[in-house]
């Protein structure tokens, strides 16, 4: 008899002739995530379990975070000894009250007792040691399961996992990070779907310091956690900037800077593999967030750039932040390079046509090739 944490996986299932890619992706990931517990995992008859782990809960909030997972619940591995199982369901369902149901589940035919009898029995043993408790088929508080696979197990509480898809499973993408709030939830909605990530960060010094610096590696590591690992490239931003600032119109300052990091992130993307691009922007949240503005960005690149939050408000931005734990870093007080050179009165309907022309006074090519040349990589462990 052990205790082990059965896992439920949800639309990996769809995956058709696909699935045993995506469900080795998800067992890897499983597997490097309980590793630290001492687990082993292993995938049988449609679900994976966790056993030999050192702490219950601590393996429990280590699997529901793993993208892909639906949803877990400890559980207890037995012999198919009716006896046994029926005295195990008892000393599980000692310390609940209310209204239960037993759900009997029988894969092994050759079982001698039917999913029907099986529940019924173990029912009444329940009912018969514990007071407290009443049937209820229909509405129940708690459902125990009693499942006969290759062993028995059983188990009473389920908890919902963050679901998505395995990572590693969605391709490639570059996210650009800011020290903001934004773009770790921005990441993180997309590695949710499968996709792994590097970083793109730009700095400014000696505008923005190190501290800005460590800040965005400390939300590169809580991002890294669930791919096990994150590139993130520093872009030094200073001589763009000073020339935008310098030879461009003031109020569209902030709009130029942005076309320069997409040029720029689209480069490192491309020597990293990516296919996307990757920005925490929400439509109408700033000058150079509205329809006008995000045209005059995208311009500038040919690869899809993914804004997962666009439609968010800042406030359901911050509840996610908060859940993956981005959010009390994020609001640390330091420079982002943005915030250095942040026009008055930004333009808020640039004309795409306008660009070619406030923007000629610079060497784009030079200044991009500069800072991809500049550009330093760190490799943040999970
Ligand atoms: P955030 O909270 O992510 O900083 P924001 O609301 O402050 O977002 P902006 O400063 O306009 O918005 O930036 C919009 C997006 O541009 C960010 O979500 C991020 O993807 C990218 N970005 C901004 N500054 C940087 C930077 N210094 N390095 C990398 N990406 C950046
Ligand atoms: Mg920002």
């Known amino acids: 008899m052990q205790d082990v944490l059965l896992v439920r996986y949800g639309e990996v299932f769809l995956k058709g002739a696909n699935r045993p890619h995506f469900l080795k992706a998800l067992t890897d990931n499983i597997k490097r995530v309980v590793k630290p517990l001492g687990g082993k995992v292993w995938l049988s008859d449609s679900r994976i379990y966790v056993s ?60 001698p007792m039917n999913s029907m009898e099986i529940a019924c029995e173990i029912g009444g043993r329940v009912l018969e040691a514990n007071p407290n408790l009443k049937v209820d088929v229909h509405k129940p508080q708690h459902r125990l399961m009693v499942e006969i696979r290759d062993n028995a197990y059983i188990c009473v509480e389920e ?40 970083a793109i960060h730009f700095q400014s010094p000696p505008y923005t310091g190190e501290l800005a610096k460590d800040k965005v590696l400390q939300l590169a590591k809580k991002l890294a956690w669930y791919a096990g690992g994150m590139r993130v490239y520093l872009v030094p931003f200073t001589k763009c900037q000073l020339e935008i600032h310098e030879k461009c119109p003031e109020e569209l300052g902030t709009l130029i800077t942005r076309r320069f990091m997409m040029r720029i992130a689209e480069r490192i993307a491309r020597q ?11 439509l109408g949240q700033v000058a150079s967030q509205t329809m006008e503005a995000l045209t005059c960005t995208d311009a500038v690149v040919t690869m899809p750039v993914f804004r997962p939050l666009i439609g968010l408000d800042k406030t359901e931005i911050m509840d996610i932040a908060e859940k993956i734990d981005t959010y009390e870093t994020s609001i640390l007080p330091y420079e982002d390079c943005c915030t250095v050179f942040t026009p008055r009165h930004p333009v ?15 060497d784009i090519e030079a200044l991009v090739n500069e800072a991809v040349e500049g550009t330093e990589m760190v490799l943040i462990n999970g």
């Open 272 to 282: 990293y593999g990516a296919l996307a691009l990757i920005t925490g922007e929400s």
């Open 348 to 362: 808020t309907k640039p004309k795409l046509e306008t660009m070619p022309k406030v923007e000629e006074k610079l």
């Open 52 to 111: 030999e782990f050192s702490d219950m809960q601590a393996c429990v909030d280590r699997v529901s975070k793993v993208f892909g997972v639906y949803s877990v619940s400890p559980a207890v591995e037995m012999e198919k000894d009716f006896e046994v199982i029926a005295a195990e369901c008892v000393k599980m369902m000692q310390p609940y009250s209310g209204t239960f149901k037993v759900q009997g589940k029988r894969s092994d035919k050759k079982f």
């Open 159 to 198: 908890i919902r996992a963050v679901g998505g898809m395995p990572m590693g499973t969605g391709g490639k993408a570059a996210l650009l990070l800011s020290g903001g709030i934004d773009s770790p939830v921005a990441g993180y909605q997309l590695m949710k779907r499968g996709v792994r990530l590097c």
